[in-house]
């Protein structure tokens, strides 16, 4: 039975669950009733904000009183810059969360189809069901984007495609030659978004430059976030790259003040800050390897990842995740994302690494 309210709804929305967020520390430690509990469950990065941020952030305290530039002048001058493309292909977000909501709102009708990867980003389902479109979810093969399904699962009636590199939460990515091969069977007409949060730690000669089928006149965007490697996630701030005309539908769609004026100066002094970048870069990835050489002598088979999380099945992954939570360890239960005998671990620092592996050989019983 509906309630009164639900009567009212707009009907898409009746069998929506809403997005599961990590546990919070602050939540677990209210629970337990204790203090020092650690975060590895939402892929933040385990550095804190650079010194040169949280300057930033203190001068502009002063200016709170006043509305954010709504066009955010500066930070899409230096992202166009940064990028080699013109300051009208850059629109910021609050997240890149909300860049995909205004993707599937400005283009999906009711009946369109959206292709995406599963499991990947939980929120692809949610916002395609939200605008009335059609989800048309392809399993992974290997822990990795079937490309060659994604692109046989394109129909006439196909509006966008959610390609996410690195994928989430499996951490693998596709190549520049497997892109290059899934572009030329996408027809012209669709929409590709490349969304990209985990980028920077996953570079390499064989990483796809997204930002090229663009440049070629191809209808893609690709959307990036200050969430992870410039360790701001707290203030929401990301960026999408597509064609001005694009672009400016998604204006039309936007609040007028969705970036606040704390993340607008914050993601600039970042751009300015690769010293910070470098040393996230370095530490996530001799962290990650390390985490996946003891997962391997736990006898678990983590899955190779580019990205600062992995993901590794443990025999009874809800008691697993439980014990840990006992012990003051947040990671991520699997079962959202269609993967029940799974959890998905983000990288922290090696003091929260180390504790996450003695916690972790003590819920799987295997202390010496
Ligand atoms: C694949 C992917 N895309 C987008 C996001 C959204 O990031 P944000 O809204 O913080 O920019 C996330 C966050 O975890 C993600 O995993």
């Known amino acids: ?3 009164p309210w639900e009567s009212l709804a707009n009907p898409q929305l009746l069998d929506l669950a809403p997005y599961q967020p990590g546990k919070p520390v602050e939540e677990l430690e209210r629970e337990l009733g204790i203090r020092g509990a650690i975060k590895l469950a939402s892929n933040e990065n385990p550095l804190p904000p650079s010194p040169r941020v ?3 952030l203190q001068a502009a305290l002063h200016t709170l009183n006043r509305y954010p530039d709504g ?4 930070l899409r001058q230096a992202l166009a810059k940064r990028h080699g493309v013109p300051p009208e292909a850059v629109i910021l977000g609050n997240g890149s969360n909300e860049l995909l909501d205004l993707l599937a709102r400005a283009f999906v009708r009711p009946g369109e189809e959206v292709v995406f990867p599963h499991p990947s980003f939980v929120v692809y389902p949610l916002i395609v069901q939200a605008v009335g479109g059609t989800r048309v979810a392809v399993p992974l093969w290997d822990h990795r984007l079937d490309l060659s399904a994604m692109a046989r699962a394109i129909t006439p009636r196909t509006k966008l495609v959610f390609l996410a590199n690195p994928n989430n939460p499996t951490g693998t990515i596709v190549t520049a030659g497997e892109v290059e091969a899934f572009m030329a069977e996408v027809p012209e007409r669709v929409i590709v978004v490349f969304d990209e949060a985990y980028v920077d730690f996953a570079q390499g000669p064989d990483f796809p430059d997204s930002l090229g089928h663009l440049r070629q006149g191809r209808k893609v965007v690709v959307l ?3 969430s ?7 203030l929401r701030v990301g960026y999408g790259l597509a064609d001005p005309d694009c672009v400016g ?3 039309r769609l ?3 003040f969705n970036v606040n004026s704390l993340a607008q100066v914050a993601a600039l002094a970042t751009l300015e800050d690769e010293e910070h970048a470098r040393r996230a ?6 962290e990650r390897e390390a985490l996946c050489r003891a997962f391997a002598a736990l006898g678990l088979h983590p899955v190779p990842s580019r990205a600062n999380f992995v993901l590794v099945e443990v025999p009874d992954a809800p008691a697993v995740y439980e014990r840990l939570l006992r012990q003051g360890i947040i990671v991520r239960p699997m079962a959202a994302f269609g993967l029940g005998g799974a959890l998905r671990i983000t990288v922290g620092t090696p003091e929260e690494n180390a504790r996450l592996l003695a916690g972790l050989r003590q819920a799987l019983g295997r202390e010496a």
């Open 71 to 74: 066009s955010g002048y500066y």
């Open 228 to 234: 992870k490697i410039a360790s701001l996630a707290g």
């Open 249 to 251: 539908l998604l204006h």
């Open 1 to 3: 039975m509906a309630t």
């Open 54 to 56: 949280l300057d930033v």
């Open 254 to 256: 936007r609040q007028p």
């Open 224 to 226: 990036r976030t200050f």
């Open 281 to 286: 870069v370095e530490l996530v990835i001799r």
